[in-house]
Nanobody, 126 residues
Framework: VQLQASGGGVVRAGGSLRLSCAAS????????VGWFRQAPGKEREGVSC????????YYADSVKGRFTISRNNAKNTVYLQMNSLKAEDTAVYYC????????????????????WGKGTLVTVSS
């Protein structure tokens, strides 16, 4: 599975961005898709996850109500709509996938994914 994330950039606090993650390769058995981020000097953290089998979505408390994960199956693409951005959202954002699904805590734990794309930088200026 190959993943390509895009859509990062510089935005003012309160603004919005939409990230895209295009998947290719052996994607038929993918059951988990997630967005993760790593800010300078911090560990990678889970932002949002989607269970492809039932469409359920999960979010880190820090982004609930502001971020939305979605997918377009026809385009093999997953999106992360980010609204009301804050300076603390500044980070490199990564998308990742895994063939299994082991629950939301596992997914948001950011350690269980097998396939990772290169990150896209989001900078929120205050």
């Amino acid at each position: 599975v190959q993943l390509q994330a895009s859509g990062g950039g510089v935005v003012r606090a309160g603004g919005s961005l939409r990230l895209s993650c295009a998947a290719s390769g052996s994607i038929l058995r993918i059951n988990a898709v997630g967005w993760f981020r790593q800010a300078p000097g911090k560990e990678r953290e889970g932002v949002s996850c989607l269970s492809t089998s039932d469409g359920r979505t999960y979010y880190a408390d820090s982004v609930k109500g502001r971020f939305t994960i979605s997918r377009n199956n026809a385009k093999n693409t997953v999106y992360l709509q980010m609204n009301s951005l804050k300076a603390e959202d500044t980070a490199v954002y990564y998308c990742a996938t895994e063939r299994g699904w082991y629950g939301s805590n596992w997914c948001l734990g950011a350690n269980g994914m097998d396939y990772w794309g290169k990150g896209t930088l989001v900078t929120v200026s205050s």
